[in-house]
């Protein structure tokens, strides 16, 4: 008996320890009743709702606007809103100097005023602002900077939209705050931009050329017996020049008229007038800096009919200071020439050379020996005038002087 009471005790003991921690276990998941401090707190906050309710309904407000406030019109839509066209560009910065390119995208284009391209030298804040007006292409609208326009290194420019009112607006840039585009230049285009500022920026050039050459004086048989006749003749020639100052370096091309009076050597006895009206082009190719060849063809009429004739020449050294010059030519029923040039600009506007010259032109005979000196005068950057004289030996026992007189003008 002792023995159950015993156990029983032991029991209780169990359940009065177990059950009130089972109970705390299961606590949270319950909703007790909240503490004296818990239940002034939820007093308090109830108590203050109203004031906050207006706070809620003015962000309520604002998150129904906000789509509209984080997603404003585009530039487009905007310029569509205010009835005008949009015109939008992106800046390459640089470019190849034979494709100064500019892009635009214009939409609305009917409303739009004639878009200008300003542009003036990138070194130059003061230098010359010319435009070009932007057209329409396949590919969009878009205008092109000519490259004889462009200095090294580049261009600054700005865009504008000029208005029928005269008005302008402007697109991009500003003529305070140019945009670059820098001129991207390859090695050929570099040696032309050189020769071409050496030149003062001239590329044609125009020359009226005369001479009158003496071939001396011969005892002529004739009917009425013996009498000195002088052999001679004139020869003009007027040539336009265009200089690319690439591989294909210049074409030129003349028009040229030669008459004279020729003894028949053979019979000592005048033979018909020498007359030769004639075409002629030519055209020079660069080797590199310092070597040019030069060709040339001629096509004509003369008192023996139709005539052909070709020239060819090598041209070594500096362009405005010294270089040797090898050539010759030929023309049917007149004769050739082989000779050679060297050229010296050691006084400054005051250019020189001299000539040593095998020929039997305009004879087509014996062959003969001519020497020339010429002295120019640079009149104007852009002028020249060369004198040239010397002396012409058809034969070992006749001759006569030469002179000639060239005029030249590059723009």
């Known amino acids: 008996m002792h023995k159950r009471c015993k156990a029983v005790r032991l029991f209780v003991c169990f359940l009065s320890v177990v059950f009130p921690t089972t109970l705390l276990a299961q606590a949270p998941a319950s909703s007790p009743s909240p503490a004296p401090a818990t239940r002034q707190a939820a007093g308090d906050a109830a108590h203050e709702a109203p004031k906050s309710a207006p706070v809620v309904a003015t962000q309520a407000a604002a998150s129904e606007d906000e789509p509209e406030a984080a997603h404003p019109p585009s530039r487009a839509e905007q310029a569509a809103r205010e009835g005008r066209a949009f015109i939008g560009h992106t800046p390459r910065g640089s470019a190849p100097l034979e494709d100064m390119r500019l892009s635009l995208d214009v939409r609305g284009a009917d409303l739009a005023g004639e878009i200008r391209i300003f542009y003036r030298p990138l070194s130059d804040a003061q230098g010359l602002a010319r435009y070009v007006v932007v057209r329409r292409f396949a590919g969009g609208y878009a205008a092109s900077i000519p490259s004889e326009h462009v200095e090294a290194p580049g261009v600054a420019y700005w865009i504008v939209e000029h208005m029928a009112d005269g008005s302008e607006r402007p697109v991009f840039a500003s003529p305070q705050e140019p945009a670059p585009l820098h001129a991207v230049l390859t090695r050929d285009e570099t040696h032309e931009r050189r020769l071409l500022s050496d030149n003062g920026g001239r590329r044609s050039a125009a020359t009226l050329r005369g001479e009158y050459v003496d071939l001396g004086s011969f005892d002529v048989r004739s009917a009425g017996g013996a009498s000195k006749e002088r052999d001679s003749y004139y020869q003009l020639e007027a040539q336009y020049a265009y200089s690319f100052y690439r591989t294909i370096d210049e074409i030129e091309f003349a028009l040229g008229h030669l008459r004279g009076d020729i003894l028949d050597q053979s019979s000592l006895t005048l033979r018909d007038k020498v007359g030769l009206d004639y075409g002629r082009a030519a055209l020079t190719l660069a080797l590199g800096s310092w070597v040019r060849v030069r060709g040339g063809v001629l096509l004509g009429v ?110």
């Open 302 to 411: 003369s008192t023996e009919g139709f005539e052909g004739g070709f020239d060819l020449g090598l041209i070594v050294g500096d362009r405005r200071g010294t270089q040797l010059s090898l050539d010759g030519g030929y023309v049917s029923h007149l004769g050739g020439r082989v000779g050679t040039r060297l050229g010296w600009a050691t006084i400054a506007r005051v250019p020189m050379g001299a000539r040593v010259e095998i020929t039997n032109f305009p004879t087509d005979d014996y062959l003969g020996v001519r020497l020339l000196f010429d002295v120019g005068f640079q009149i104007t950057p852009a002028a020249l005038v060369r004198l040239e004289g010397g002396y012409r030996g058809r034969t070992s026992l006749a001759g006569g002087p030469s002179l000639g007189l060239t005029v030249r003008y590059g723009f």
